[in-house]
C-alpha cells in the first residue's frame, strides 16, 4: 500500500505538508510520552510500560492506513507513511527504553530494517523522481496494499481467538489505557493543533492517526524485552474492539 501511494505527480506543496507532518509525529510521540508517565505514574511498574507503550504508539499499519485510505484518499496513506517513519524510530528507541531503560545502537538498527520503513524511502524516491511504477507494476501494487485491511481484521480475529476475557473485563487498568488511548489523546492532540492554528488537513489526518488503538507492536516488544506481553496483548485487543465505536465517534465530533 504503501509503496503504491508514493506514485503520485510531484508536488512542491504535497513535499511541504510530508515535512510538516514530520515534526507534528515527532512533537506528538515526544508529547504522548511525557504524558503518559504522568497518567500512569501509579501503576504497577509491570502494567506501567506497556500501558504507556498504548498511549504512545498507535496502530499506523494496520488499521491506519485503510481508514485514512478511506477518508482523505491515496494523499492520507501519503501523510500516515510519513508521520509512520517517526513511529518506527521511536518504537525501537523510546519504546524500548521503556522496558530496558536505555535505548540501544542495536535498537536504532530495527529501525532501517523495518519493512515499512525501508517502504516508505522508497516510496519518497519514486515520489521526488520524475519516474513513475508502470500500470501493471502499480496495479500488482495496489492490490496487495488493499489485502491491508482484511489482514488487520485477521489479526483482530486471531487476538480473539487467545483472549481471556474474563481476565481483561475483570481489569480497570486495561479499560483505562484504552480510554486514553481512544478518547483522550486524539481530543488533545486535536486541541493543541486547532489552537495553534495548525493546518487543517493535516490536523485531522493526525487526529485520525492518534485515535487508532494501541500498535499491534505492544506485545512483541513487551516479549522482546521482558515486559508482560499477555497484559500489552490484552490491553491492545480491548482497545482494539473499542475503537469499533471510539473511531467513527472522534472523526464525527471533531471533523
Known amino acids: 500500500m504503501i509503496v503504491s501511494t508514493f506514485n503520485l505527480e510531484f508536488d512542491s506543496n504535497l513535499l511541504e505538508s510530508a515535512k510538516k507532518i514530520v515534526i507534528y509525529s515527532i512533537v506528538i510521540h515526544l508529547g504522548l510520552y511525557t504524558l503518559s508517565k504522568l497518567l500512569f505514574f501509579k501503576a504497577s511498574k509491570e502494567k ?3 500501558l504507556r507503550f498504548i498511549t504512545t504508539f498507535s496502530n499506523v499499519g494496520f488499521m491506519g492506513y485503510p481508514v485514512l485510505q478511506s477518508i482523505f484518499g491515496d494523499v492520507g ?3 500516515g507513511a510519513i508521520f509512520n517513519m517517526v513511529f518506527n524510530a521511536f518504537v525501537w528507541t523510546l519504546g524500548v527504553s521503556l522496558y530496558s531503560g536505555k535505548k540501544s545502537l542495536k535498537s536504532f538498527v530495527q529501525v532501517l530494517k523495518n519493512p515499512a520503513f525501508i517502504a516508505v524511502c522508497l516510496g519518497l524516491v519514486l515520489f521526488i523522481s520524475p519516474i513513475k511504477l508502470p500500470t501493471p507494476i502499480y496495479k500488482t501494487l495496489k492490490l496487495m496494499g488493499d489485502t491491508t485491511t482484511p489482514i488487520s481484521m485477521l489479526i483482530v480475529g486471531a487476538m480473539l481467538s487467545s483472549a481471556n476475557f474474563k481476565e481483561i473485563l475483570s481489569d480497570w487498568t486495561i479499560y483505562w489505557g484504552s480510554f486514553i488511548c481512544l478518547i483522550v489523546t486524539p481530543f488533545l492532540v486535536y486541541l493543541v493543533m486547532t489552537t495553534l492554528g495548525l493546518d487543517r488537513e493535516l490536523t485531522r489526518v493526525c487526529v485520525t492517526i492518534i485515535a487508532m488503538p494501541g500498535a499491534v507492536m505492544a506485545p512483541i516488544i513487551a516479549s522482546k524485552y521482558g515486559g508482560n506481553a499477555e497484559y500489552a496483548s490484552q ?10 465505536i471510539t473511531i467513527p465517534l472522534i472523526i464525527v465530533t471533531l471533523f
Open 77 to 79: 496513506v501519503f501523510y
Open 235 to 244: 490491553c491492545v485487543f480491548l482497545s482494539t474492539i473499542l475503537s469499533v
Open 48 to 50: 506501567q510500560p506497556v
